[in-house]
């Protein structure tokens, strides 16, 4: 089956860091990938969606110039956080839409992002 | 507006008994519903995806209906294991605009011994 994976599974930083989070399609290609996040108890939501080798669309609300989302090749995506806070501690998912699978979207196991 | 809402929020049985889990949404025009299972701390794994054509989908001790006159689904599952212990999210493909998917809330289900 298609799989994702993310890196690192998780990470605390010192505020006013950055840190990036990958996403990669191990065993497909995706031009198109999707960043989630997720708060405790609460469902899924859509950051922005991430094509290869084009700007990514953010979802209103998400600051694109702290979310920096970088789409360089057909099997990875990277998300970096910059100058993060506290605020920004959460689950972050990724998924990657499979053009040969009728538009299948597979989920990675997320990256846990702790801000101290 | 397109919405997913799934009750209940939560929900606690005892290992071995069935359990049904409900959604109900608003998005239009869809073309297709899912259910995922979450464990904490991990990504959503699909546990079945229906078409608005499909009525019933299965896999394993998972059933999922979808009725799309209604706009409802339910996923049904039997014979409950710890391991089921999980969030339940229902998601439906927004078909009006680059297939973009509209998630319900999850319910928390926990199955204890």
């Known amino acids: 089956g298609a799989v994702v994976s993310q890196h690192p599974s998780w990470v605390i930083c010192k505020s006013g860091t950055s840190v990036k989070i990958e996403c990669r399609s191990l065993?497909?290609?995706?031009?198109?990938m999707f960043w989630y996040r997720q708060f405790p108890k609460q469902s899924l939501m859509l950051m922005a969606t991430?094509?290869?080798?084009?700007?990514?669309?953010?979802e209103q609300g998400v600051e694109k110039d702290k979310f920096l989302i970088n789409h360089a090749s057909l099997t990875l995506s990277t998300l970096t956080v910059t100058s993060a806070h506290p605020e920004d501690s959460s689950f972050y998912i990724c998924?990657?839409?499979?053009?040969?699978?009728?538009?299948?979207?597979?989920f990675g196991p997320g990256t846990r992002l702790t801000v101290t | 507006k397109n919405q997913v809402e799934q009750s209940p929020q939560s929900l606690i049985i005892l290992e071995g008994k069935n359990c049904t889990l409900q959604?109900?949404?608003?998005?239009?025009?869809?073309?297709?519903l899912r259910w995922y299972k979450q464990d904490t701390g991990r990504g959503p794994v699909s546990l079945t995806i229906?078409?608005?054509?499909?009525n019933t989908k299965s896999n394993g001790r998972y059933t999922a209906t979808l009725d799309a006159d209604t706009k409802q689904s339910s996923l049904h599952i039997t014979a409950s294991q710890l391991s089921d212990s999980a969030s339940y999210i229902c998601?439906?493909?927004?078909?009006?605009?680059?297939?973009?998917?509209?998630f319900g809330a999850g319910t928390r289900l926990a199955v204890h011994p």
């Open positions: 065993d497909f290609q995706a031009t198109t």
């Open positions: 959604c109900n949404y608003t998005v239009s025009p869809f073309s297709n």
């Open positions: 998601v439906v493909t927004f078909s009006g605009g680059y297939n973009k998917l509209i």
């Open positions: 998924s990657a839409r499979d053009l040969d699978s009728s538009y299948e979207q597979y």
């Open positions: 229906m078409t608005f054509s499909e």
């Open positions: 991430s094509n290869e080798g084009s700007k990514a669309t953010y």
